[in-house]
């Protein structure tokens, strides 16, 4: 016996706020890079950015990310009731690392990856602690 049923449906697209921005999410003191944030299929028209912490980075109007100090930071772009979240580890080149970390935030998935001796992976996972409870503020 053969069943045949046949079915339609609708493909629609997700409203989101697609980011880029040059690099690999590390930063020296004074550094500067570009988001550049795209929505698609939003009902706002309008971005808004804001930083964590500016005692670390600073983010204009516009998305410009300047680096002003060493840690870690998140950069949120909203759009209504879209957010999407960029981190930033920010380094001060005067001095050595021997590890990094990248951190990058979207739609609620948090993704990172460290590099360097463990001791050095320790150090950075205490900053890390340390950013998942300013993110508890965000």
Same mark, same amino acid.
């Given at each position: 016996?053969?069943? %045949?049923?046949? !079915?339609? !449906?609708? %493909?629609?697209? &997700?409203? @989101?706020?697609?980011?880029?921005?040059? *690099?690999? *999410?590390?930063?020296?003191?004074? =550094?500067?890079?570009?988001?550049?944030?795209?929505?698609?299929?939003?009902?706002?028209?309008?971005? =808004?950015?804001?930083?964590?912490?500016?005692?670390?980075?600073?983010?204009?109007?516009?998305?410009?990310?300047?680096?002003?100090?060493? *840690?870690?930071?998140?950069?949120?772009?909203?759009?209504?009731?879209?957010?999407?979240? %960029? *981190?930033?580890?920010?380094?001060?080149?005067?001095?050595?690392?021997?590890?990094? @970390?990248?951190?990058?935030?979207?739609?609620?998935?948090? &993704?990172?990856?460290?590099?360097? &001796?463990?001791?050095?992976?320790?150090?950075?996972?205490?900053?890390? &602690?340390?950013?998942?409870?300013?993110?508890?503020?965000?």
């Amino acid at each position: 016996q053969t069943i %045949v049923d046949s !079915f339609e !449906f609708e %493909v629609q697209e &997700r409203d @989101m706020i697609n980011v880029t921005y040059p *690099g690999n *999410g590390v930063l020296d003191i004074e =550094e500067t890079v570009q988001i550049d944030a795209i929505l698609q299929g939003a009902s706002s028209n309008t971005i =808004e950015y804001s930083s964590s912490d500016e005692s670390i980075a600073t983010v204009n109007s516009n998305g410009l990310v300047t680096a002003v100090g060493e *840690g870690l930071v998140i950069i949120t772009i909203k759009s209504g009731d879209l957010v999407t979240e %960029v *981190g930033f580890t920010v380094l001060d080149d005067s001095k050595e690392y021997s590890a990094l @970390m990248k951190l990058l935030i979207e739609n609620n998935i948090t &993704r990172f990856e460290i590099k360097g &001796r463990a001791k050095s992976i320790y150090s950075i996972y205490k900053r890390f &602690r340390t950013w998942k409870k300013a993110k508890n503020h965000i």
